[in-house]
C-alpha cells in the first residue's frame, strides 16, 4: 500500500513543532541543526522570518516523515 499525501497533510514547520509540543531547541536537535544558536535558526524559519538552504530544506522534509514540506515555507499548505 503507498500512502499519498495531499497539500491538506502537510504542515508548516511551526504548526509541526506545536504538535509534538517542543522548544525550538528540541527541534533543532530533533532536525540535526547545529551552528552558534541552532533554537534561533529553526526560531527564524518556524516565524517565516528566513528560508532554510536547500540541504536543510531536504532535512526538514526527511526528519519530519514528509509532515512538513518545501512548500509549506512558500505558503503552499492548506
Known amino acids: ?17 506545536k504538535t509534538l509540543n517542543i522548544s525550538y ?5 530533533l532536525l540535526g541543526i547545529t551552528g552558534a544558536n541552532p533554537a534561533r535558526t529553526v526560531e527564524r524559519w518556524c516565524k517565516g522570518v528566513r528560508k532554510p538552504e536547500p540541504a536543510n530544506m531536504r532535512r ?13 515555507f512558500y505558503g503552499l499548505t492548506q
Open 1 to 17: 500500500m503507498v500512502a499519498i499525501m495531499t497539500l491538506a497533510d502537510t504542515k508548516t514547520l511551526e504548526e509541526y513543532r
Open 25 to 29: 531547541l528540541a527541534l533543532a536537535g
Open 60 to 72: 526538514i522534509v526527511k526528519r519530519t516523515n514528509g509532515s512538513v514540506t518545501p512548500g509549506s
